[in-house]
């Protein structure tokens, strides 16, 4: 007999315990993984460590990387760009809801 709701309430809590459990061991796999990831990367790293000239490069790939530096130039200007847009309107905003509240606040109450 399930007179408060509790048994279905319990059902819940386990149902709710062993999903939080399969997300902890599913945490704690891809903690190990990108242990491993991070192992072989390094090791990578450490064979092609000064072995490669930038001569060896493709163009495409240098080209590439040179248009990505730029890119990011611009998008830092054009951040900065909104930021203070977003100052002004936020501003005119403000004013403009100050003075609507000023308004509001000497039209006559309704009876």
């Known amino acids: 007999m ?3 709701g509790l048994k279905s309430h319990d059902e819940q809590h386990e149902q709710t315990e062993l999903t939080l459990q399969r997300l902890a061991e599913q945490v704690g796999q891809l903690s190990i993984d990108l242990g491993q990831t991070r192992t072989d ?4 790293y450490l ?6 000239d930038s001569a060896d490069l493709d163009p495409a ?4 990387n040179d248009a990505l530096g730029r890119a990011r130039v611009r ?8 930021d203070e847009q977003w100052n002004a309107l936020s501003t005119e905003f403000d004013t403009a809801l100050a003075e609507a509240s000023a ?4 039209l006559p109450a309704e009876e």
């Open 2 to 4: 399930d007179l408060f």
């Open 41 to 44: 990367m390094r090791r990578v």
């Open 47 to 52: 064979m092609v460590q000064g072995k490669v």
């Open 61 to 64: 790939l240098v080209a590439a």
């Open 75 to 82: 998008l830092t200007a054009l951040q900065a760009a909104a």
């Open 103 to 106: 308004q509001a606040k000497g």
